[in-house]
């Protein structure tokens, strides 16, 4: 059973519509400010500030979609990644 599989079986075991990704406790600050502009302040306008906060996340977003990033730190689905 793949890794997303089994994470997605033990979610539905326990009840859990999401789990939350712990940037801070392994990606300072500045790196994170630096690395993920775009997902910075994205999350800020949520009210989730990820150099302080758990991010929540949902698993389906996980495994069903895919995100190109660049090295400015923009982002956008898989599906429709061109960029000029």
Sequence with gaps: MSWPAA???EMLARGLNHVYLDLRS???RDDILAHFPTI???????GVDVTEDLVPVC??????AAV??????ATQPSST???S
């Design 40 to 46: 910075y302040q994205n999350c800020l306008a949520y």
């Design 81 to 83: 990644c061109t960029r």
């Design 68 to 73: 190109c990033g660049w090295t400015d730190g």
């Design 59 to 64: 698993l389906r977003h996980t495994t069903r």
């Design 7 to 9: 994470f997605h079986k």
């Design 26 to 28: 392994y990606i300072p």
